[in-house]
C-alpha cells in the first residue's frame, strides 16, 4: 500500500508520509518556548515591585501606622468615655450654696492633668467642678509654690490641698512624702479620711497619728510603707525624736488651721516629750 501522499511534508515524524524526509525540519520541545516566555514576565513582574518598594520605602510603613494610630486613638477615646460611665459617683447636692461655692471661673478638674485614678476619687466623693478656693491653690500648689489660703467652712479647703499632695505623691516611693500638720484628733482623722477617699484608686498609704493613742501602735505602723502622715504636732514631733519618723524626704508640709496650730506647735516645742 502506497502512503507517499498521506501526510503533506514535515508532518509526522519530520518525513513526508514517512518516505521522503523534509530538509527544513528541526525539532523542538513544543513547551518550552512557553515556559521561558512565563519566566521573564515573572521577573518582570518582580523587579517592577522591587522598584516600587525602592521608590516608596516608607509608603507601606506609613499607611499601616496611621491606620495603627487611628485605632490607638479611637481605643483611647473609648476607654476615656467608659471610665467616668463605670463610676459610683453619689447623688447630687442639692443643698443651698453660697457664691463661696458658685462663684467659680468655669475650670474643670480634668484641666489640672491630674492622674486618673485620683480623678476617679474625686468624682466618687460628689466633687463636681473646682470650687473657688480649689481654682485658686490646686494650680499654684502644682507647681511647688508657697501658699497662704483662707476659706469659709464647707467650701472644700481640705480637698484643695489634699489633692495637689496625692497628685505629688510617688507611689513606687515607700517614704514619707506629705505631712499634714492639724490641731486636734477630730480633725486628723477627718482630714485623713478625705485623703484615703479621694486616692481610693491610688496606691498610697495614709497615716493619721494623734495623742491620746497607742506610741507603740503608732512606731509599728511607721515600719510599714506611708507615703501621707496626717498627725498633730506632738506627737509627730515625739515620733521624730525617737528616730522612726524619718521626714527627710518631706517634700509637701500642710498646716491646716494655721491660727489654730500655733499654739499647739509653741507647746510642743516649749516643754520636752517624753
Excluded at 492633668?113 to 476617679?120: G, N, Y
Excluded at 513606687?172 to 486628723?188: F, G, K
Aim: hydrophobic letters at 35%; a positive charge; glycine letters at 6%.
Amino acid at each position: 500500500m502506497n502512503t507517499r501522499g498521506r501526510y503533506p511534508p514535515g508532518i509526522g515524524n519530520g518525513r513526508g508520509g514517512n518516505v521522503n524526509a523534509n530538509p527544513n525540519f528541526q525539532a523542538r520541545n513544543p513547551q518550552q518556548q512557553y515556559v521561558q516566555r512565563n519566566t521573564v514576565q515573572n521577573q518582570q513582574a518582580f523587579q517592577q515591585q522591587q522598584q516600587w518598594l525602592r521608590r516608596n520605602p516608607m509608603g507601606t510603613d506609613s499607611s499601616s501606622n496611621e491606620v495603627e494610630k487611628t485605632v490607638q486613638s479611637e481605643a483611647v477615646d473609648s476607654s476615656s468615655q467608659d471610665w467616668k460611665a463605670r463610676l459610683k459617683i453619689p447623688p447630687r447636692d442639692t443643698r443651698y450654696k453660697t457664691e463661696d461655692v458658685t462663684a467659680t471661673k468655669g475650670n474643670e478638674f480634668e484641666d489640672y492633668f491630674l492622674k486618673r485614678e485620683l480623678l476617679m476619687g474625686i468624682y466618687e466623693k460628689g466633687f463636681e467642678r473646682p470650687s473657688p478656693i480649689q481654682e485658686e491653690s490646686i494650680p499654684i500648689a502644682l507647681t511647688g509654690s508657697d501658699i497662704l489660703a483662707r476659706a469659709k467652712n464647707g467650701t472644700g479647703k481640705t480637698a484643695a490641698f489634699c489633692i495637689p499632695a496625692l497628685e505629688k505623691i510617688d507611689q513606687d516611693t515607700n517614704v514619707i512624702q506629705v505631712v499634714i500638720l492639724v490641731p486636734t484628733r477630730e480633725l486628723a482623722l477627718q482630714t485623713s479620711q478625705v485623703c484615703k477617699e479621694l486616692g481610693k484608686h491610688l496606691k498610697i498609704q495614709v497615716m493619721v497619728t494623734t495623742g491620746g493613742t497607742s506610741l507603740k501602735d503608732d512606731i509599728m505602723r511607721l515600719y510599714q510603707p506611708v507615703h501621707l502622715l496626717v498627725g498633730t504636732p506632738g506627737r509627730i514631733l515625739d515620733l521624730a525624736k525617737k528616730g522612726v519618723c524619718v521626714l527627710k524626704d518631706c517634700s509637701m508640709l500642710i498646716m491646716d488651721e494655721e491660727n489654730n496650730l500655733k499654739a499647739c506647735i509653741y507647746v510642743s516645742l516649749s516643754y520636752p516629750v517624753f
